[in-house]
């Protein structure tokens, strides 16, 4: 990894000078319009993502091969495969293939140890992250890289689902080179708001920071889809971003459990970690309510004595009452949940797709009831008056 600085370095109270960019393909596609700038404006984050567009290269694992150069007539020096493939250019320094779709793209071929041929169109989305700084040649972007994307990931899945797509953590996740470089703003693109100045800028040019072999999704299904639902899809996400929009702990949490379930396959672990989480975030809710309400939600049971059946059927109805809705379905919902991880956990049974996602989705439809503010969990809105 490049320089990095502390973050203290970075002083909000000072008029920002330019902006720190950092680029990357990020392993999946994040089906919004190519570029397209979504402004990331919430407390303690404040900057911007830049999709520039997609990649779809057809990456070539082909056991026992590999590329090797040969020279030509007049001394020219070429680039082919020890065992050639169909569709594939030898003599070409830049190979290309065709996909399944039809479309010719860069190949990469892969030597290994086995017998035999694996063929897959991988996909990335490239993008920028923006971050301002008030003091020249400041690495504050890099460190405001990994939540910037994380942000953004995490309102992307918000809006639409899509568990394709790996929710960054703390450390580097897989990924192809991480790029950075700066763009310093002008006397008046420096009095602009926020908004109008970060749309202007791009990097003059940008150096390599950190290298590392990536993957793509797990899905290679196409990823057509009807450009007015493409313009809704983008502008929603930029409308929640711009809004100050970010998952609370326990719901970030909950979608690393998503990755857990359906890209680790750990099903039952993700079930039993899930219904904790939802055990947390009703008693942490209770915590919340003033103590006559507080009372009323439990009785005199302290945290530690209050059950999962008596949290759904007691605690969680008195939570609800405070918003909009009705939760009559979701309480029954949440007891066919109570039934799934109690098979799961007393009867060893093997979850199915079908009732990991019925678990995983109530606990999510619940938990943004309860901590998300009212702008981002439509007809769930707290009641303005007991």
Known sequence: MAHTSDPSEFDPGQP???VHIVHQYYPGFIDVLPNTLYLVDGAGLRGAVHVVGHVRPLVVTDFANGLTRFEGEGGAVYTRLERPIGDVDDASNVVDAKGLEGRSAPTIAIEKGRAGRIFYQDVFTELQTLTEITTPNSSAGLIA????VGR???AYRFVHKDPRLEMPSAVPIETTPLRVGYYLYSPQERALPFDKRIARAWPNELHLSIAALGRGVRS??????????LEKRSFDLNAHLCNGFALSENLLELERLVDLAFTGGRRRAAIVEAVSLFEVGLL?????LPAGERAKSSGSRASEDLTLKMLVNRVLPHLLRQFDGEPGPLIKRANEMRSIRNSVVHQRHEPSLDEVNHVLSVVHTILVILELRDKFKG???RKSSP
């Not at 890289?145 to 910037?148: A, D, I, M």
């Not at 290679?220 to 450009?227: E, S």
């Not at 942490?284 to 919340?288: H, I, N, S, T, V």
């Open 145 to 148: 890289h990994g939540q910037l």
């Open 379 to 381: 007809n769930w809105k």
């Open 16 to 18: 920002p000078i330019g």
């Open 284 to 288: 942490q809710a209770r915590d919340r």
């Open 152 to 154: 953004f990931v995490a």
């Open 220 to 229: 290679l299904r196409d990823h057509d889809v009807a450009p007015e639902l």
